[in-house]
């Protein structure tokens, strides 16, 4: 079994968000490559809320702002009711989030080669992560995304 967890630069290209995405149709073959394969296809909420504001940020006419919303809110409602592709995480525990705010100064200090630091939004998606290697031992845990840093989140299966 192989657990992805699907990063918002993956989401927005699956919904071909427009100044977000690039290649939508190589994603979309993927991701049903990835399906086919029975990989489980998480949504954490960090990813949700992301892809919502890129969306909201577009810019595009209100009207295809309307529409994009309208096949984001569709997809999502999907995934929360555990329909394919996706599932959607559950919603953040409080006390997890305190342990995440807590981390996050830290987390902060690190840049990548341009000299730019990771947000809290990255921080949580690498936290589900954790919680995902840990409810998922012996099996392939990682980040689908376009974000370099990310993509390093990926745990190889015990053999």
């Known amino acids: 079994m192989t657990v992805a967890l699907i990063d918002s630069s993956v989401f927005c290209e699956l919904l ?9 149709a190589q ?9 086919d394969k029975g990989e489980i296809l998480l949504l954490p909420m960090t990813t949700i809320i992301e892809t919502g504001n890129h969306i909201g940020q577009c810019s595009t006419s209100g009207a295809t702002r309307r529409h994009l919303a309208e096949r984001f809110v569709a997809s999502v ?3 929360i009711d555990g329909e394919a592709p ?4 559950p919603f953040f525990d409080p006390a997890e989030v305190r342990k995440w705010l807590a981390a996050f100064p830290d987390w902060t200090k690190v840049s990548d080669p341009r000299g730019r630091g990771s947000g809290l939004g990255d921080l949580t998606i690498v936290k589900v992560w954790e919680q995902q290697c840990a409810l998922n031992p ?3 845990v990682y980040i689908w995304s376009l974000d370099q840093r990310l993509v390093a ?3 190889a299966p015990d053999l």
Request: proline share 6%.
């Open 77 to 79: 409602e999907k995934a």
């Open 27 to 35: 994603f979309r073959a993927e991701l049903k490559e990835k399906s």
């Open 153 to 155: 989140y990926d745990r």
């Open 16 to 24: 071909a968000i427009p100044s977000k995405s690039s290649a939508p």
């Open 86 to 89: 996706f599932i959607a995480t």
């Open 138 to 140: 012996g099996h392939r």
